[in-house]
Every structure is written in C-alpha cells, then in structure tokens.
T-cell receptor
C-alpha cells in the first residue's frame, strides 16, 4: 500500500463547477496535510495546509480532513481554466518527512 | 525577496558519471529539502538539511548524498549515474525545520544517457 494515494485522473470538470480531489494516507501518526498545485513544466506551489479535523477555507479552496478515515480532500469552487494543473497531496508524518502522492491531473473545460 | 534558485537547470550525463546539483534557499531560510520527481513515482523525498546537518533521509541508495553549507546553500551529489536517475530534482526551502510552508525551486532536469 502506498503511503499517500490519489486518483491519477485525469479529472475533467466544467468551468464554474466544483472540482473535488481526494487523498488517503496510511500513517495514522501523520500530523499535517498539504495540497500543492503543479502546472506543467513548473514546480509545485503550496495552496493550503490543514492539521485539524474538519474544513479549512481559503478563497475558492476548501481543504477537508478526516483523521479517523485517513482522508483529505480539496474542493475548488467556481473552477476556472487556470485551475487546470496537477494537484499533489502531501502528508507529514511523525518523523517530519513530507510524503507526496503521485498527483491528480485536473482539467477545467471552458 | 528572491525565490529558491537551482543550478544548473538542465543537465545531460552518461551512465557511470557523477553529478552535483546546487540549491540556494530563500534568504533567511535555514532548511533545505530535496526531492526527485519522475512520471512513474511522483515526488519522492531524498533528504533534508538544517543548520548544516542532515535531519531526515528518504529511501534512496547511498549513491545519493548531500550537504549544506554555513550560508544554508545546499548541494546534492549522485555518483555512478544510472538511467533511472533521469528525473527532475527539486529543492525546497523553509524558514525553520518543521515549518509548514516550503517553497520549491524551479528544479534541475537531469537526463542520463
């Protein structure tokens, strides 16, 4: 079992709709959870992080964490073509190592 | 503030050679971590340095090594290159060890022939 799992996609979402990206992790000792966005040919950039159960909102982005289910998600509201990218889920365990999923490729269809 | 810089940006080597990549973190940042990104494996953690000491290490063979200097700049070295080492090597800097925000550099794309 991979430490951090994501559906590789591609995930296609119409412009203006909600994009939902999911991630599961195996280490129950994980403390912090991150979502990075990576445009093709570019380096990852941090969108947001979450470390408490529940929802955390930042503009059009909402991260959701459920530690009991070992599940993290990212919702993107009012999706824009500029949101088309690969989204990487990352988890920091008790050893402070940051482990990444392989990413979900998201395409917003105009 | 200038971002994370990595040199060189592109590199072509042949099997058996060695390579050294450099990373300069954001000014004032003291922690540097290195990652290898390939299409099949995604982003994999190599190692993390803070205050010139390796604080964490991923599951890579001993051919992969690194160091950090007193000015926080970091280098990683890969010896006896293999075809499978072809990848994008990314470094990320953060202000302190354990800081939640990490800022990635543009990466060094290494091609091993």
């Amino acid at each position: 079992q991979k430490e951090v799992e994501q559906n590789s996609g591609p995930l296609s979402v119409p412009e203006g709709a909600i994009a939902s990206l999911n991630c599961t992790y195996s280490d129950r000792g994980s403390q912090s959870f991150f979502w990075y966005r990576q445009y093709s040919g570019k380096s990852p950039e941090l969108i947001m992080f979450i470390y408490s159960n529940g929802d955390k909102e930042d503009g059009r982005f909402t991260a959701q964490l459920n530690k009991a289910s070992q599940y993290v998600s990212l919702l993107i509201r009012d999706s824009q073509p500029s949101d088309s990218a690969t989204y990487l889920c990352a988890v920091r365990g008790g050893n402070e190592k940051l482990t990444f999923g392989t990413g979900t490729r998201l395409t917003i269809i105009p | 503030k200038a971002g994370v810089t990595q040199t060189p940006r592109y590199l072509i080597k042949t099997r058996g050679q060695q390579v050294t990549l450099s990373c300069s973190p954001i000014s004032g940042h003291r922690s540097v971590s290195w990652y290898q990104q390939t299409p099949g494996q995604g982003l994999q953690f190599l190692f993390e340095y803070f205050s010139e000491t390796q604080r964490n290490k991923g599951n890579f063979p001993g051919r992969f090594s690194g160091r950090q200097f007193s000015n926080s700049r970091s280098e990683m070295n890969v010896s006896t290159l293999e075809l499978g080492d072809s990848a994008l090597y990314l470094c990320a800097s953060s202000s302190e060890r354990g800081a939640l925000r990490r800022y990635f550099g543009p990466g060094t794309r290494l091609l091993v022939l």
